[in-house]
């Protein structure tokens, strides 16, 4: 049978095609995926060696959960724990680290197990002895429910998105000094850290925004700086801000000696509040510029001292779980340990 001009071309093409596939496969001594280390899968963040018991670390102690009533946030009843690292002596003053939704930060099979990583940090010298204080929201009312568990208690967001001073009135005036009753603690504010994840995280640098004569280390992961707190002006009561508002407040206001570290995801909230991602990339832009522009004019005085990382992430406390060692080995590099 004779064959056209194209058929044979078209026979050629083919076998060129099988010779280019044979040569593609995976030789017997290369790795083929059946044999290769899993890969992580996009916003996925496996907890490191850090976030888990270690053999031959001392043992600190989780204390609680406390409950406490404030006078300077009415009306509100919440939840408190104590991390004491076993390197702790009443002779030392001890660093601190306050953190936002404690009953989530102190969950030992959760996402952060901040008191886990302290421990293994504090015995490698990676950061100083501190005392880790663990804060739920407030609960309006008398009690707090036996069964919220892991919910948010009721007074979150008047709390923690609001931009007002009175939580940070909250935490200095009566936390610390509740705390203090029991436990010797630092009064350099260079020693002690406050964060958080999501509106806990916009809480943490609002203390730290508020009073950087206190705190000057803020932990802040998926943070919430969108327009969760905003309302509108209405007859005689004036427009209330948002956490958005912040990259503003950074660029036009002196710069305070605060040191943060900003973790969020590029899948993280887009709602009618904002997009979480961009307004996280707006406040690196904006404590990025206000250092930039200090240095311009030669201005003396602090500068912000930022880091951050970005990953694919929802909104969730994984990848901030994930990197917390590395988060808190930063913001303790310069410390004396």
Same mark, same amino acid.
């Given at each position: ?70 006078? =300077? ?61 663990? =804060? ?57 850290? =406050? ?23 803020? =932990? ?118």
């Amino acid at each position: 049978m004779k064959l056209s001009f194209h058929h044979l071309l078209g026979l050629l093409f083919s076998a060129l095609a099988t010779i280019a596939a044979d040569n593609a496969k995976p030789s017997i001594d290369s790795k083929s995926p059946e044999t290769s280390p899993p890969q992580r899968k996009p916003g996925e963040y496996p907890l490191g060696p850090d976030s888990l018991p270690q053999e031959g670390v001392p043992k600190g102690k989780l204390e609680g959960p406390f409950l406490f009533k404030s006078q =300077i946030i009415t009306n509100t009843v919440r939840r408190y724990w104590l991390y004491v690292p076993a390197q702790y002596t009443p002779e030392k003053p001890a660093c601190a680290l306050v953190f936002q939704d404690g009953q989530r930060a102190t969950r030992p099979d959760g996402a952060l197990r901040v008191p886990q990583v302290m421990e293994n940090l504090i015995y490698k010298k990676e950061m100083p002895a501190t005392i880790g204080i663990f =804060i739920t929201p407030g609960h309006r009312g008398d009690e707090y429910p036996a069964d919220l568990e892991m919910r948010n208690p009721n007074n979150r967001a008047a709390e923690y998105d609001s931009l007002s001073d009175r939580y940070a009135r909250f935490i200095v005036e009566e936390m610390l000094p509740e705390v203090g009753k029991k436990y010797n603690l630092t009064k350099d504010p260079e020693g002690r850290a =406050i964060g958080g994840t999501s509106s806990g995280a916009l809480c943490a640098f609002t203390v730290a925004w508020q009073r950087p004569d206190e705190f000057r280390k803020v =932990i802040s992961m998926i943070g919430s700086y969108t327009s969760i707190g905003y309302r509108p002006a209405r007859d005689d009561q004036p427009m209330i801000p948002g956490g958005d508002l912040y990259p503003t407040l950074i660029r036009k206001n002196p710069i305070k000696p605060i040191r943060i570290f900003l973790q969020d995801g590029s899948n993280d909230l887009d709602n009618e509040h904002g997009n979480w991602f961009l307004a996280n990339q707006q406040m690196l832009s904006a404590l990025q510029w206000a250092n930039a522009n200090a240095d311009r004019r030669n201005a003396s005085g602090p500068r912000y001292q930022v880091n951050h990382v970005w990953g694919e992430g929802v909104h969730s406390d994984n990848h901030g779980g994930a990197i917390l060692p590395d988060i808190l080995r930063w913001l303790w590099k310069d410390y004396p340990k």
